[in-house]
């Protein structure tokens, strides 16, 4: 995604949490706690498999 | 609601009701001061034709919905609870080491016979979560303890049955492991690289951070026989998941040398956790300590640019945040799933709302081997999601953490709602780093 420029602001994602609401909810991703810290509860640090799938040549800031 | 902070170097502002993240000059940052008050006294410090512009370039992200954006989201969206998807598999209540700082006190879980999982009841599991399941493909099954490896035969026995049942339901599993990496011989070490998704290497960092907390029962330091077969694992995993994951105590508040420890050992991926400790054991961290703690987060941020930069990078889990396929607004709302679309299962096949559940009294909600389970208490944990925690409603890192973890929660506040506030700090702290360090990227 093509982050957005202003004379003083830029905008890095815009990333709709509304909008997922339209492809989201299938319940294919990994439950957070099965990740790496079995002791704490981080969902953002994981990807949507849906997006992934669609377009994992686009995946960015994951695995940085 | 929008959340303005400077971390790294930049000054940022999150929109939480969308999602965007906006990276901002000056006059911006003092533009979306939350105090109105303040923000007048600031912005009256620049000409007046910039106020006007900055003012026009806010109302235009306003109009697009990423500033400002609506975050009253509501209950309706969730769906009826009653899916299981995902497992953890207590393989052994019984460990090889005495790690003093273990939440399943030695890995035994309270458990005076320090059981072992027998096959048929991991069968049993693999054959409940697919009952569960619904029409959810993609289930998980993580093999945990005390040490798993104590139950190695067992283990591998489970996961070809999991294969077998892979075949004949269209299921797939995505198997992983937690270790401690002493039971790694190369026959064990080949099985986890064929099979497992992730493999969760328990390392603390450095050497005598490590040997303090991991002994094993006769008291010896377990960094050496550790370090080599978590190395040779990682030396044939290719590019399959792992992380080398430590904890860090109030006696290692310092914890960014043992993040790069762990780096500097041969480890691309890397997590290090605050402690699970509640009482007043010297090792627990406490509020005075949470201070120190955000600092450190910030040098280990620190530190972690400037590997990037050095073209040696290392990830760090709590640092990873995928801004563009990142999780829905469903998933955000609902977290890890305990207790509802997660549940850890013990040797003898009881089932509790997650590992750090096992043992507590009360909360065992059922039986992979009789297929017993309770649905009101899956509907206690469906709905205990971050809408319905009043300490989250005016947090602007609701739909990051989606409550925090109830078992934390539950364990220091007595109550699964109210989420722990050191938890709730540090994790705040991380992710306001994580944003700076995607930020970096664009």
């Not at chain 2, 109009?63 to 969206?77: F, H, I, V, W």
């Not at chain 2, 026995?157 to 077998?164: D, L, N, Q, S």
């Amino acid at each position: 995604m093509e982050s957005i420029r202003t004379p003083h602001i830029h905008t890095i994602n815009r990333a709709s949490l509304r909008e997922s609401l339209e492809h989201g909810g299938c319940g294919e991703c990994q439950a957070s706690c099965q990740s790496a810290c079995k002791t704490s509860c981080t969902v953002a640090n994981q990807q949507c498999k849906r997006q992934e799938r669609r377009s994992p040549e686009t995946k960015r800031g994951a695995a940085v | 609601m929008v959340h303005t902070f400077e971390a790294l170097g930049l000054k940022l502002a999150l929109d939480v009701g969308s999602g965007a993240l906006h990276q901002l000059d000056g006059i911006a940052y003092d533009a979306l001061n939350p105090d109105p008050a303040e923000r007048a006294r600031l912005l009256s410090r620049y000409p007046t034709e910039e106020g006007a512009a900055i003012a026009a370039e806010l109302d235009e992200l306003r109009k697009s919905g990423a500033l400002d954006a609506p975050d009253d989201y509501d209950a309706s969206l969730l769906s009826e609870p009653g899916v299981v998807k995902a497992m953890c598999l207590h393989a052994a209540h019984d460990c090889n080491l005495s790690c003093r700082y273990c939440f399943a006190r030695e890995g035994t879980y309270s458990d005076p016979s320090r059981s072992r999982m027998p096959v048929e009841v991991g069968k049993a599991a693999l054959d409940w979560l697919i009952a569960k399941s619904g029409s959810r493909r993609a289930l998980e099954a993580d093999f945990f303890g005390g040490e798993p490896l104590l139950n190695l035969p067992a283990v591998m026995e489970i996961v070809a049955y999991g294969r077998k049942r892979e075949r004949e339901t269209g299921k797939r599993f995505s198997f992983t492991i937690t270790t401690n990496a002493l039971g790694l011989t190369d026959s064990a070490i080949r099985f986890i690289n064929d099979e497992m998704d992730n493999c969760v290497l328990s390392l603390d960092g450095r050497r005598e951070v490590h040997d303090r907390m991991r002994p094993d029962a006769g008291g010896r330091g377990s960094y050496d026989r550790a370090l080599d077969g978590a190395l040779r694992l990682v030396g044939g995993r290719g590019d399959k998941s792992y992380y080398a994951r430590g904890t860090f105590t109030a006696f290692n508040l310092d914890f960014t040398n043992d993040a790069l420890a762990l780096a500097d050992a041969g480890f691309a991926h890397v997590s290090v956790e605050p402690v699970v400790a509640f009482g007043d054991e010297p090792y627990a961290l406490r509020p005075e300590h949470l201070p120190r703690i955000l600092e450190e987060y910030d040098t280990l941020a620190a530190a972690y640019v400037q590997r990037r930069r050095e073209g040696r990078p290392f990830s760090f889990f709590h640092f990873n945040v995928d801004l563009e396929n990142g999780p829905c607004l469903r998933k955000r709302l609902t977290g890890c799933g305990a207790g509802n679309e997660y549940v850890a299962v013990t040797p003898e096949g009881k089932l509790y709302p997650c590992h750090q559940f096992v043992g507590r009294e009360g909360w065992e909600i059922g039986d992979a081997t009789t297929g017993a389970f309770d649905a009101d208490a899956q509907r206690l944990f469906a709905n205990n999601h971050v809408l319905n925690k009043p300490d989250c409603r005016a947090c602007w890192a609701k739909y990051f953490c989606s409550g925090g973890c109830c078992a934390n929660a539950l364990a220091m506040n007595g109550r699964l709602d109210k989420p722990y506030e050191l938890g709730c700090a540090t994790q705040r702290k991380r992710l306001e780093l994580a944003l700076a360090i995607a930020a970096m990227d664009y």
